[in-house]
């Protein structure tokens, strides 16, 4: 079972987001701030990241900077959300390191087909 | 001056002419004199006496003589007279003219002082008018500089007010989120358990949600143009490809009220600098509505480009046959919250802000947004932007793959190198090589440049030097190999150091040593660019306008695309290929659908390996699910489907199966 690590600081976001995808088989664990966002991707090395952008502590483009610079966990893919739908944004996650980009509100089935792609494109 | 001294002249004149009148007088006075003494000397005569008659004698000779020189003299002096009255008489002409040309003097003198008089009064009247207009001056200053403040202030407002919408609206969203997201998962929930009533109610929670959202992003949009925050993020974008994006895009909007959408490009320009979101988002509002207000119509897409007053625009027209506008209505629909008429809003739905949105998106790039409509038989939308024109060195996607006519006269796609290296003859060398051996050359002279060529050409194959400055070889590779964008493309390191292990152990493909030996740069080339041709790629779907989107993106990618309308007609198709490498599937058709062309290639060995990838819009059932499993490789929905994603999994399915069947 494919372990997904939700980092984002706002409740009702990471509640729905993660009984969502475990409704959708997938195990999940929350981090509520960048900082904890990069000690949890080290320590429980999961196989997927959805990354709120913007998050306390550190933010979500730096905490990914620091998550792809380790040889430990850059193999993990990061899907970049943020709230903002401005364009130039998703150069910027790509930049940052994100593998891929949604703006919130997530429209769920879509970010499911991103999830899944990554995954199967990690196994291979 | 020279009055003066005339003057002084003639008085002395004067005195003159005085002084010979005194001397006539006189010497008039004297001959009177000799006259008395003359009579005397008679009576003299008559008292003789020697004495007396001897001084009479004496006397007498005396007068005689004075007598006889006097004429002469009083001659002389009436001649010296004379010449004095001549004298007087010119000095007197000469007076005369004096006098008047005094007199004249004196006019001009009377006049010229009235002249002063009056220039002084003008004077006055204009200072007193310069007082006034100082006044005026300052009065206009004032209300000047209270207009530049009221304007400041109306602007630092109107931008505090756009502030807080875009604030608002993000914070807005959050909740939102919330609210969407839980009916959605409610929604699953009674779904699950047959609550059908539940479930409709909590789909228009979801919908009303969504409605939100639409107005709460628009809101969001007006209050950044409007606060002058919309920035705008140009970027190098392909106007044939945006154009076929947004047709798949609106495609089931199309369908929903039975139109029939058209697409004719009329512009040879590929490629130009361009906000791509907000292109994008503005022929997408303009189709969205024109399928809105269309029914059993036809929407035609417009791209050309047009020459004004020596500027190239590109010109996107959308035109349906919809309901169209009076001429009332369209003096209204630019601006926020009046759709033509509000009874619109209840009945097609929408907020209202799209056109006004539309609008400012084609303003703020430089360009326009127009409309022109008729009651009841359709509108035409015109966009134009100012055409920015990609450079040379960048070449658009479309050139990557254009097509050249080899010797055998077949087509085939020239293929794409991207050469990285900041070493300018080293740049050059490869170009004309490469060139020279038929394939298209494109050079980056930094590692940051090359990325981003890498992302935007997709090149083929990329050859990387390694030691550039500020950004190295290494940190290229990593990049390239590290984006799904790029991970694909194979790397050749071309290089003076070592490092043949660091290349394949960080992805490289290959490994060369400068100087290059040509003739080992092309036969490697040759290995790791992939052949398209290894075989064609059958889509099967009965939408004439998917299945030309569909084969242009798989063309521009260098596959050769069959394309049928249905199973029937796929079979067929099978029956005369030899080599297939993939199907692209629609799964509902007429005569034969997708679930029977999959089941036909299960009953044919020849055809059970064939990568099967699922295009479809239907909602599929566990029952269609279990038709379909492990008979195809991959799902995707044609209203959500992303046009990269179905590139990659086309290929990585393709060269599985070429990789499988080559060990």
């Known amino acids: 079972m494919a372990k997904i690590l939700v980092v984002e600081d706002n409740a009702y976001n990471y509640d729905m987001l993660s009984r969502r995808l475990m409704r959708k088989g997938y195990d999940t664990i929350i981090a509520v701030d960048g900082r904890q966002g990069v000690e949890l991707a080290k320590s429980e090395g999961p196989d997927l990241i959805l990354m709120d952008m913007n998050i306390p502590e550190i933010d979500g483009w730096e905490a990914t900077r620091i998550i792809k610079s380790m040889d430990a966990t850059r193999s993990i893919p990061i899907i970049a959300l943020t709230a903002h739908a401005m364009s130039g944004d998703r150069r910027k996650c790509i930049e940052a390191g994100c593998d891929d980009y949604d703006i919130k509100p997530v429209d769920f089935p879509k970010l499911l087909e991103k999830i899944k792609s990554l995954l199967e494109q990690k196994c291979v | 001056m020279a009055d003066a001294k005339q003057l002084r002249g003639l008085a002395k004149l004067n005195e003159e002419i005085r002084l010979l009148r005194i001397e006539n007088e006189r010497l008039l006075l004297e001959n009177d004199y000799y006259k008395a003494e003359e009579q005397k000397e008679q009576l003299f005569t008559h008292q003789p006496s020697r004495m007396a008659k001897a001084y009479a004698e004496q006397t007498l000779i005396e007068s005689e003589y004075n007598i006889s020189h006097r004429p002469k003299r009083i001659a002389n002096l009436r001649v010296g007279l004379e010449k004095s009255n001549i004298e007087n008489e010119g000095l007197r002409q000469e007076m005369i003219q004096l006098k008047i040309a005094n007199q004249s003097l004196a006019k001009a003198n009377v006049k010229a002082a009235q002249l002063m008089m ?8 204009i200072e007193s008018a310069m007082g006034e207009l100082v006044e005026a001056n300052q009065k206009l200053q004032d209300t000047q500089n209270r207009l530049i403040k009221s304007e400041k202030d109306a602007l630092a407002s109107s931008q ?41 109610d909590l789909q228009k929670i979801q919908s009303a949600g969504k409605h939100l959202l639409g107005l709460i992003n628009d809101v969001l949009d007006i209050s950044k143009v409007e606060a002058g925050k919309m920035e705008l993020n140009e970027e190098k974008c392909d106007i044939l490809h945006l154009v076929e994006e947004i047709v798949a895009t609106v495609h089931p909007l199309v369908e929903r009220n039975s139109n029939i959408l058209e697409l004719e490009c009329t512009t040879d320009i590929n490629c130009m600098y361009a906000d791509v979101t907000k292109v994008r988002q503005v022929l997408y509002n303009l189709l969205s509505n024109a399928c809105k207000f269309t029914e059993r119509g036809r929407i035609l897409v417009k791209v050309k480009q047009e020459i004004v007053s020596r500027k190239t625009w590109v010109i996107f027209s959308v035109s349906d046959t919809g309901i169209g506008m009076s001429s009332e209505e369209i003096n209204n629909i630019f601006y926020a919250f009046t759709q033509a008429d509000t009874s619109t809003i209840r009945k097609y739905g929408g ?52 097509v050249l006519t080899d010797q055998t006269g077949q087509e085939k796609p020239v293929k794409t190198i991207l050469v990285i290296d900041d ?8 170009k004309r090589h490469l060139t020279k051996n038929g394939f298209d050359v494109q050079v980056a ?10 992302q935007f050409l997709k090149p083929d194959l990329i050859t990387l030097d ?41 992805g490289a493909s290959g490994f060369l040593v400068k100087p290059v030996d040509h003739n080992k740069l092309i036969d490697m080339l040759n290995k790791f660019i992939h052949d398209h041709s290894s075989g064609s790629i ?36 099978l029956k005369s290929i030899n080599k297939l490498a993939l199907i692209l599937l629609d799964l509902i058709m007429p005569e034969m659908d997708g679930f029977q062309l999959i089941e036909e290639l299960q009953n044919h060995d020849q055809w059970q390996s064939i990568p099967v990838v699922v295009l479809t819009e239907k909602n599929l059932t566990s029952e269609d699910n279990q038709r379909l499993d492990g008979h195809v490789n991959k799902i995707f929905r044609k209203s959500t489907y992303s046009e990269d994603d179905l590139l990659n999994v086309v290929h990585n399915l393709i060269y599985s199966q070429l990789r499988g069947s080559s060990s």
């Not at chain 2, 909740?175 to 059908?196: F, H, K, Q, V």
């Not at chain 2, 070493?423 to 490869?430: V, W, Y």
């Not at chain 2, 990618?557 to 796929?570: L, Q, T």
């Open chain 2, 118 to 125: 009056d220039i002084e009064i003008k004077s006055e009247e």
């Open chain 2, 538 to 573: 059958l889509v099967v779907e009965d939408n004439t306008t998917l299945r030309q989107i569909l084969h242009h993106h798989l063309t521009r990618e260098g596959w050769n695309v069959i394309m049928v309308k249905n199973g029937r007609e796929a079979i067929d198709k």
């Open chain 2, 160 to 200: 505090a007010k756009s502030m807080f919408l875009a604030n608002m609206s993000h914070e807005l969203r959050t909740p939102l989120n919330a609210i969407i997201g839980y009916s959605e998962m409610l929604a699953e929930d009674a779904e699950e358990e047959g609550l059908e009533e539940m479930m409709s």
């Open chain 2, 466 to 506: 390694i030691l550039m400055p500020s950004m190295g070889g290494w940190s290229v590779l990593t990049s390239l190999k590290g984006d799904p964008e790029t991970v694909d493309i194979p790397v050749v390191v071309i290089t003076v150091s070592d490092g043949q292990k660091t290349a394949h152990t960080l």
């Open chain 2, 445 to 454: 002279q930094s590692g940051k440049k090359g990325l981003e060529m890498a």
């Open chain 2, 423 to 430: 070493d300018s003859e080293m740049r050059d060398m490869m």
């Open chain 2, 351 to 402: 907020t209202g802000l799209g056109l006004t949105i539309s609008r400012y998106f084609c303003q703020l790039m430089g360009g326009d947004l127009n409309v022109k409509s008729e009651m009841d038989q359709g509108s035409i939308f015109t966009a134009r932007f100012p055409l920015v024109q990609c450079d040379d060195e960048t070449a658009t996607r479309s050139q990557a793959s254009k």
